[in-house]
DNA sequence: ATGGTAGTAAAACTA
């Protein structure tokens, strides 16, 4: 029998080894189809993928050593696999932050945005820089009546619900002016932010908990900084879309949640 | 105004 369902999921790991008994049990419990991981923090040659084969779990991934370092994980074929942007400003980091693919006939885009260190720091410009270059990449590589998923650590709080005093937070690298403005004119290519999109107004809603605050999450010091987007043709079948805290409240707890989303497909 | 914690990998560096 057909599954007529896609389960997605994103979650930056901040070190892929030493999350494994996170992440395994939690593909276990959950009918997942595609896992995006971000800063896996593990170069190719020492990935873990042993842990994941054996159960039954295929693969694509591009480390760097200690830093960085994307990955997609599903049961199905991951085909059409590719890393950076290919755009001839690739660094190299850029293809241990983007991985490109297509699962079930769903294009995919897992993305570890760079964060951009200070507002006047050039990385902050090159963090600019990359929303364009993924507007660019979507433009030539992709038609927006596609399904497609672009997921992950994106570093930016899109609107003032999605960070603890915002107020405060005007001159921080996720959440200045000029960083939700390039995220907004990438989405403008016909996104939209599947959970925003079933959860237009809840506040409180965050995937992302600083380790040094102090009971952060009791207080709700937290930033919504990592996003499932999609084009129309999988948004029109979106049917759940929520953050997994779990991760952040373990022994050994990651700083970012699970965020996961369900699309129905037709056929 | 500053520092708080964690992973990687071997002293800092990034977040």
Redesign the pocket.
């Known amino acids: 029998m057909k599954k007529h369902k896609f389960n997605l999921a994103t979650f930056?790991v901040?070190?892929?080894?030493?999350?494994l008994h996170i992440v395994l049990p939690w593909l276990q419990e959950n009918d997942i189809d595609c896992l995006c991981l971000q800063?896996t923090?593990?170069?190719d040659s020492?990935f873990p993928a042993g842990a994941f084969s054996s159960i039954g779990m295929n693969l694509a991934f591009k480390g760097q050593?200690?830093?960085?370092g994307v990955a997609v994980v599903s049961p199905h074929d991951i085909d059409n696999v590719a890393y950076g942007f290919g755009d001839s400003m690739d660094e190299p980091d850029d293809p241990a932050r983007l991985l490109t693919c297509r699962i079930q006939g769903i294009d995919i885009i897992n993305a570890y945005v760079?964060?951009?260190?200070a507002v006047d720091h050039p990385?902050f410009q090159k963090k600019l820089a990359w929303f364009k270059r993924l507007r660019t990449l979507l433009e030539t590589r992709y038609q927006y009546s596609l399904k497609l998923v672009c997921c992950g650590?994106m570093?930016v709080a899109p609107e003032p619900i999605d960070v603890y005093a915002p107020e405060k937070k005007l001159n921080h690298v996720c959440f200045h002016e000029a960083v939700r403005k390039a995220f907004k004119d990438c989405l403008g290519w016909g996104l939209s932010d599947c959970f925003r999109l079933l959860h237009p107004d809840e506040p409180d809603q965050y995937t992302f908990y600083?380790?040094?605050?102090?009971r952060a999450i009791e207080r709700r010091l937290g930033w919504r900084i990592d996003h499932i987007l999609a084009t129309d043709a999988l948004c029109q079948n979106l049917r759940e879309c929520s953050i997994d805290i779990r991760p952040r409240k373990m022994q050994?707890?990651?700083?970012h949640t699970f965020l996961k989303a369900e699309f129905s497909l037709k056929g």
């Open positions: 930056n901040n070190g892929l080894r030493a999350r800063e923090k593990v170069q020492d050593k200690a830093y960085n760079p964060q951009g260190r990385n650590d570093n600083d380790y040094r605050i102090p050994k707890p990651s700083d």
